[in-house]
């Protein structure tokens, strides 16, 4: 069994209401998630959590105005999924952690 965490997650929401979030936080499944002034704050590294199931909950809730973003990062499958936040919808890209860090050698990632 590997040693660590099997996801990592880190984000940012802007433009959600505290009304929102009061009706969301309960279902949040991260260790860590921080509002503050309309910005939510997301940050997990453990055990493996459905952060899709509350992205999609987390954008049925976000105004039209709401932006952000979340990493979401397996260990066990050494993947890196970009989530974008824009107009109250999710998109997504998955990339090979290898893949993302051998096109940015030049950007001084070693």
């Given at each position: ?9 880190y984000g940012e929401v ?5 009304a929102a979030w009061a ?30 199931e509350f992205l999609a ?54």
């Amino acid at each position: 069994m590997p040693v660590g965490p099997d996801l990592r997650v880190y984000g940012e929401v802007r433009g959600l209401t505290a009304a929102a979030w009061a009706g969301l936080a309960g279902q949040c499944p991260f260790e860590t998630a921080e509002y503050t002034d309309g910005t939510l704050a997301l940050e997990h590294e453990g055990r493996w959590v459905d952060a899709e199931e509350f992205l999609a909950a987390l954008a049925g809730v976000a105004g039209a105005d709401s932006a952000g973003h979340c990493d979401v990062i397996d260990n066990e499958a050494w993947t890196i999924t970009r989530w974008v936040l824009d107009g109250g919808k999710w998109s997504s890209q998955t990339f090979g952690i290898n893949d993302v860090l051998e096109n940015t050698v030049k950007d001084g990632n070693i």
